[in-house]
């Protein structure tokens, strides 16, 4: 879904609170749910949680914290150095708490893609109007970027090297973009682009860490835009975005490691069709090996207000729906091959998409709905 992503606003102070979090956490422990992949339950928040918060988290059960990092944030100006400060804060809270971190790393600035208004936003909302694959400068700088957040993250980082007071906890699984099919993070969604830009990334992170793992970035399930037929496709249904890549892609089957999907449905009950016709592009293209991340889902706490408002539950029913949507998924793990399940969000943050004001498993002051209590219940951890 449409999200802003991470405010970086722990820097300094954020830091020094991981390093006080570390002797605290030692008693800190999670029971790891019987049966099911390592690293199985996560969170995605959307302003950053404090230390405390990410404390908090890690007692309830998740495992792991998927993160923005944005190459327009990273590097603003043409040919300027990398600066992933902002992101130090947030990898320093979550290792001091032994959270994994999951970052998809997206965002083009505006110096190497331009920008352009996406439709149906009434000019409020821009994006990169196609990916970084057109040209070979283009190209250059996004490896640049990826290769630099490896070299500060991954098993050798020099963030680690920096702060040997932490946890090493190195990054071992990269995201490629986020909902790619979606208006909201290309204005124009290509397939074709986007297998060049798996291919490229591959290369580039393998480079940096040969045993590193590429998962696609999320693909929203079904957005509504896809059957907008007049024009260029401003959407497209993840199993159709899926298939064109696999097909527009020669030899792309060998250049990632995962499929993500973000399967935003009214009822948890959809779920399993959403899932499905995915599944089904897989076993076409001769990859069901392949693990299945569900990096987003989740519904709004708020109480529904029109009949077109199908996220909003109310506090109990958003609930409902996640009970109902982890018994399914931890069902049918196997036949799914689901590898990883994070629920969007951690705190409420209204402005940021179409339900982001109810999504937290928090509301204000982070204080905890139902929901929470639901999530430790089946992450096997405590509220």
Known sequence: ????????????????????????????????ASALPAKFWGVVPQATPSAEQFLRLKRG?????RIPISWSSVQPTPNGPLDFSGTDSVIATTAAARLEVLPFLFEAPSWAVPRGVVPGSRGLVTAPRFLPVRNAKQKVNWKRFLIGAVRRYGPRGTFWAENPQLPKIPIRNWQIWNEANFKYFVVRPNPAEYGKLVKLSYAAIKAAD??????????FSRPAEALIKRGPPQAYFASDFLQQMYRRTPGIKRRFNGISLHPY?????????YIEEVRRVQRANRDLGKGLWITELGWSSEPR?????????GLRGQAVQLKGAFRLLRAQQRRWRVQRVYWFSVNDQPGSCNFCDGSGLFGDGFV????????????????
């Not at 802003?4 to 991981?18: F, Q, T, V």
């Not at 059960?61 to 914290?65: E, L």
């Not at 207000?305 to 539950?313: Q, V």
């Not at 905890?368 to 509220?383: D, L, N, S, V």
Request: charged share 25%.
């Open 1 to 32: 879904m449409r999200a802003e992503g991470l405010r970086p606003r722990l820097r300094l102070r954020a830091c020094a609170a991981a390093f006080a979090l570390v002797a605290a956490l030692a008693t800190v422990s999670a029971a790891p």
């Open 305 to 313: 207000r029109s009949k077109n408002d199908g996220f909003a539950k």
């Open 61 to 65: 059960g998740a495992d792991s914290v």
């Open 210 to 219: 040969r045993r590193a793992r590429v998962i696609l970035g999320g693909l």
């Open 265 to 273: 449905t009214g009822n948890y009950k959809r779920l399993k069709p």
């Open 368 to 383: 905890p709905k139902p929901a929470w209590y639901a999530y430790t219940r089946f992450a096997g951890g405590r509220p």
